[in-house]
């Protein structure tokens, strides 16, 4: 079964870009197009895609909101957002995380780079990769917890072993290399994650970083 994309962005020759490269790729189907995140409320209803790729800054209305009615507790359908962010990085990334994106791309990125992270959020994985998630999150440095602030209680709930897992989730490592950093199998990380994930209360591995990164675990730049 091909992977269904739907192209949400307000400049039509970027849309045509992406199509040329999303179609010449035999597993990938551009089933639509929209304009605003309007628009793509309506196409996601009517064509059901798998994958959402998302503008941030549109008219009408932008991607964050699309994005939170679209991955919502009212959602029409399984579709995965990943978010199309410029080379500067927009400052409603972190909010299209929190709205339920799987994980951003920059506009510039090759094109391999964008057919392999639609496959990744296809499968349910989230797409953080390392360089750009420490770019993105030194940026908003200054907004972040120092590090002297409570820790949430919720944190108290994870087991030190999950507590290292949320620390590599959140530096974008994939489970293979969490598995190899912790000498433990990819199954035993799978299983460490999805009770990181019970026990937070969160959706999926982006909000785990950003959950990370907010309750000051992990510091922009750290190792």
Same mark, same amino acid.
């Given at each position: 079964?091909?992977?269904?994309? $739907?192209?949400? *962005?307000?400049?039509?020759? $970027? ?10 790729? @035999? ?11 309007? @628009? ?9 895609? +798998? ?10 209305? +932008? ?24 080379? *500067? ?18 506009? *510039?990125?090759?094109?391999?780079? $964008? ?20 770019? $993105?999150?030194?940026?908003?440095? *200054? ?81």
């Amino acid at each position: 079964m091909a992977i269904r994309v $739907l192209l949400v *962005d307000d400049q039509p020759l $970027l849309r045509t870009g992406f199509r040329m490269i999303l179609e010449a790729e @035999q597993d990938i189907a551009v089933v639509g197009e929209a304009g605003d995140g309007l @628009q793509a409320l309506d196409q996601v209803r009517a064509l059901q895609p +798998d994958v959402v790729l998302m503008d941030i800054r549109m008219p009408r209305m +932008d991607g964050v909101e699309a994005t939170r009615q679209i991955t919502g507790p009212e959602r029409d359908g399984p579709a995965k957002v990943l978010v199309l962010t410029t080379f *500067d990085l927009d400052e409603y990334v972190v909010e299209a995380l929190r709205a339920g994106a799987s994980g951003f791309l920059l506009k *510039d990125a090759p094109a391999n780079e $964008l057919v392999q992270a639609i496959r990744v959020v296809a499968a349910g994985e989230a797409m953080l990769a390392p360089s750009i998630t420490r770019r $993105l999150l030194d940026k908003y440095a *200054d907004h972040l917890p120092s590090g002297e602030e409570p820790v949430p209680d919720t944190l108290h709930t994870l087991t030190e072993r999950e507590v290292e897992v949320l620390k590599l989730v959140a530096r974008g490592l994939s489970n293979a290399e969490i598995a190899a950093d912790l000498f433990v199998s990819e199954t035993t990380v799978k299983t460490h994650v999805g009770h990181v994930l019970t026990k937070l209360g969160l959706r999926d591995r982006v909000q785990a970083a950003v959950y990370a990164y907010e309750s000051g675990l992990v510091r922009p730049g750290a190792q």
